[in-house]
């Protein structure tokens, strides 16, 4: 089944102007080549971002930069510019049993949203959400990646998908200026939950700023049938304000480069899992989490309080057996978890990463199990301290 991009446009499209377009390809077109870019290189790339130049946007009447760019309102989101990934939108399973070729279409959409309930932020993101879509597809599949930069995009975008084998993940293949598109084929050699990412320099800019996501590689029986599965990806957000400011926040490079997040986010913004989409099962089902750290810098002790994983495949690994009856699970960056466990009682039950100074920074889910009491398993009276959370 195909990933399709969502061609409904972008409100508030502009011309951009082709000197701006110039200036940036001159700038950090010349850092092409992802992770091969030599420190001379990425330290050119800083400094062309830490210091915009001046230049014309529309009809040249007011000067552009990265603090006063239009950014457009996701599509997605009408109600509200909010860049979080529903976690139940993952394509079925696959019921097919031979290989086929699988286009996946990425659009990279830089765009102003919420990061809570007071502050917005400028992310940068892969078809409008963090993460970006959830890719499935079947080993032995042949995938054909299309990537498009919009002509109104800042920035050099690409993506390496840590589930092709070949130069870069397919980085420099899909280098692509505002305004380009390109594309490349991969052959999905190892199953398993992989993590894909933007890769121009810097990377750990493009990564914080939302360009992250996971493809799943099924294994040719594929895996075991479950009632529902789940999407969460773990990422930090570098701002020069600290956390719970309020405004518009301007993204921190110090910060980032001495690995000093002031927020923590499961699926993009503070709250995506909790008030915008949190996670809901019925008693007696077992669900599978897809757990996945963008990061850039941070790995999670990924736990689900009241809950123990009946199974954890560690390291994105599906051929391994998985481990049994697991409190916390380690992500490290760039890589996934999965995890399974059976829901026995009704309640909230809180995704966190276990290093929980990052909960009080963001970093908090929800799941909520509805049914029938079970006394036998759980069986607490009422506490009059219990305020509900
Ligand atoms: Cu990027």
């Given at each position: 089944?195909?990933?399709?991009t969502?061609?409904?446009?972008i409100?508030?499209?502009?011309?951009?102007?082709?000197?701006?377009?110039?200036?940036?390809?001159?700038?950090?077109?010349?850092?092409?080549?992802?992770?091969?870019?030599?420190?001379?290189?990425?330290?050119?790339?800083?400094?062309a971002?830490?210091?915009?130049?001046?230049?014309?946007?529309?009809?040249?009447?007011?000067?552009?930069?990265l603090?006063n760019?239009?950014?457009?309102v996701?599509?997605?989101?009408?109600?509200?510019?909010?860049?979080?990934?529903?976690?139940t939108?993952?394509?079925?399973?696959?019921?097919r049993?031979?290989?086929?070729?699988?286009?996946?279409?990425?659009?990279?959409k830089?765009?102003?949203?919420?990061?809570?309930?007071?502050?917005?932020?400028?992310?940068?993101?892969?078809?409008?959400t963090?993460?970006?879509?959830?890719?499935?597809?079947?080993?032995?599949?042949?995938?054909?990646?299309?990537?498009?930069?919009?002509?109104?995009?800042?920035?050099?975008?690409?993506?390496?998908?840590?589930?092709?084998?070949g130069?870069?993940?397919?980085?420099?293949?899909?280098?692509?200026?505002?305004?380009?598109e390109?594309?490349?084929?991969?052959?999905?050699?190892?199953p398993?939950?992989?993590?894909?990412?933007?890769?121009?320099?810097?990377?750990?800019?493009?990564?914080?700023?939302?360009?992250?996501?996971?493809?799943?590689?099924?294994?040719?029986?594929?895996?075991?049938?479950v009632?529902?599965?789940?999407?969460?990806?773990?990422?930090?957000?570098?701002?020069?304000?600290p956390?719970?400011?309020?405004?518009?926040?301007?993204?921190?490079?110090?910060?980032?480069l001495?690995?000093?997040?002031?927020?923590?986010?499961?699926?993009?913004?503070?709250?995506?899992?909790?008030?915008?989409?949190?996670?809901?099962?019925?008693?007696?089902?077992?669900?599978?989490?897809?757990?996945?750290?963008?990061?850039?810098?941070?790995?999670?002790?990924?736990?689900?309080?009241?809950?123990?994983?009946?199974?954890?495949?560690?390291?994105?690994?599906?051929?391994?057996e998985?481990?049994?009856?697991?409190?916390s699970?380690?992500?490290?960056?760039?890589?996934?978890n999965?995890?399974?466990?059976?829901?026995?009682?009704?309640?909230?039950?809180?995704?966190?990463?276990?290093?929980?100074?990052r909960?009080?920074?963001?970093l908090?889910?929800?799941?909520?199990?509805?049914?029938p009491?079970?006394?036998?398993?759980?069986?607490?009276?009422?506490n009059e301290?219990?305020s509900?959370?």
């Amino acid at each position: 089944m195909a990933q399709t991009t969502d061609k409904s446009g972008i409100a508030a499209k502009q011309e951009v102007s082709i000197s701006r377009r110039s200036m940036l390809v001159g700038s950090l077109g010349a850092t092409v080549g992802g992770l091969l870019a030599t420190d001379a290189l990425l330290a050119e790339a800083h400094a062309a971002h830490a210091t915009p130049p001046k230049v014309d946007v529309g009809h040249g009447s007011h000067p552009g930069s990265l603090s006063n760019r239009i950014y457009s309102v996701n599509p997605a989101h009408p109600g509200g510019a909010d860049i979080a990934e529903n976690p139940t939108n993952i394509p079925p399973a696959i019921t097919r049993r031979e290989p086929a070729t699988v286009r996946v279409d990425l659009e990279t959409k830089e765009i102003e949203a919420n990061l809570d309930g007071k502050a917005r932020f400028r992310f940068w993101t892969f078809n409008g959400t963090v993460p970006g879509p959830f890719i499935r597809v079947r080993v032995g599949d042949t995938v054909e990646v299309h990537l498009k930069n919009p002509q109104d995009s800042w920035m050099m975008h690409n993506v390496d998908f840590h589930a092709a084998t070949g130069p870069g993940g397919g980085a420099t293949a899909t280098t692509a200026a505002p305004g380009e598109e390109r594309s490349f084929t991969f052959k999905a050699l190892n199953p398993g939950i992989y993590v894909y990412h933007c890769a121009v320099p810097p990377v750990a800019l493009h990564i914080a700023n939302g360009m992250y996501g996971l493809i799943l590689v099924e294994p040719e029986e594929g895996l075991p049938p479950v009632d529902r599965e789940f999407y969460v990806m773990q990422g930090e957000i570098y701002t020069e304000e600290p956390f719970g400011s309020s405004g518009l926040l301007t993204e921190s490079y110090d910060k980032l480069l001495n690995e000093r997040p002031e927020y923590f986010v499961f699926n993009g913004h503070v709250g995506a899992l909790t008030e915008h989409y949190p996670l809901r099962a019925k008693v007696g089902e077992t669900v599978r989490i897809y757990m996945g750290v963008g990061g850039p810098n941070y790995s999670s002790a990924f736990h689900v309080i009241g809950e123990i994983f009946d199974r954890a495949y560690q390291m994105g690994s599906v051929t391994s057996e998985p481990i049994t009856n697991v409190q916390s699970i380690l992500v490290p960056p760039g890589s996934a978890n999965i995890v399974e466990f059976k829901c026995e009682v009704p309640g909230r039950f809180v995704l966190v990463d276990h290093a929980l100074s990052r909960a009080e920074r963001g970093l908090a889910g929800y799941l909520i199990v509805e049914g029938p009491e079970n006394p036998e398993v759980f069986n607490a009276p009422p506490n009059e301290h219990d305020s509900g959370h």
